[in-house]
């Protein structure tokens, strides 16, 4: 059993209900939350030091860096179900469009300081470190997820292979491989086609 059907298994049935509706835009979440991490460290650890006189770098840096992660993640797990293009075409697209989410990103820091103002000298360090934060780590990370969730499903990874079955709809007879409702080839992890061909099970589902 996965660890996901394993924290599935331990909610009340009206919230595994939904939580099961919704798993993709779960993972995508949780997926978001650990590149937030990793963003974040990296984006303090960067102005702290090496980039200093240089806020925003620092947060394209960092951002950049959480991309890559992001794109393994959602490929291999957030969106692993749903089928897909060649993969230079859709590793093209995703750095496209997580580029202009960069943008998003950076913009509300860009205008915390060189718009509001709220830097030193012009106000304290304390409250350019709020600034900072609720700019940078809050409202652009918002801005930016909701961005790069509309545009990975819509742009990168369109596809889907009808192989996730919502709750109450009838599982396929066992045995029978489930068929793609577009015509978009199923792609394939990063270790190989092996096992491509077997049964889809309800614990491969929640994956």
């Known amino acids: 059993m996965s660890v996901v059907d394993t924290v599935l298994t331990q909610l009340p049935a009206p919230v595994r209900t939904i939580a099961v509706r919704h798993r993709e835009l779960l993972k995508f979440a949780f997926v978001g939350a650990s590149t937030f991490v990793i963003d974040t ?23 950049l860096v959480a991309t890559i992660v992001s794109y393994v993640l959602n ?8 089928g897909g293009r060649e993969r ?4 093209s697209l995703y750095f496209l469009f997580s580029g202009i989410a960069v943008a998003l990103y950076a913009a509300p820091l860009w205008i915390s ?24 780590q809050i409202l652009g990370v ?12 819509k742009w990168v990874f369109p596809a889907d292979n009808g192989d996730r079955g919502s709750v109450g709809e009838s599982e396929a007879p066992e045995g029978d491989e489930p068929r793609p409702t577009s015509g978009h080839p199923r792609r394939e992890p990063f270790g190989g086609s092996a096992g491509a061909g077997a049964p889809t099970t309800r614990a491969e589902k929640l994956r």
């Open 142 to 153: 918002l801005l930016g997820m909701a961005f790069r969730w509309w545009a990975f499903r």
């Open 75 to 82: 490929r291999e797990w957030a969106f692993r179900t749903r």
């Open 88 to 91: 230079h075409h859709e590793a």
């Open 113 to 136: 300081r060189y718009a509001l103002h709220l830097q030193t000298p012009y106000t304290t360090r304390f409250v350019e470190e709020i600034a900072d934060f609720t700019s940078g």
């Open 41 to 63: 460290s990296l984006f303090y650890v960067l102005k702290w030091t090496v980039l200093a006189p240089k806020p925003v770098t620092a947060k394209v840096v960092a951002v």
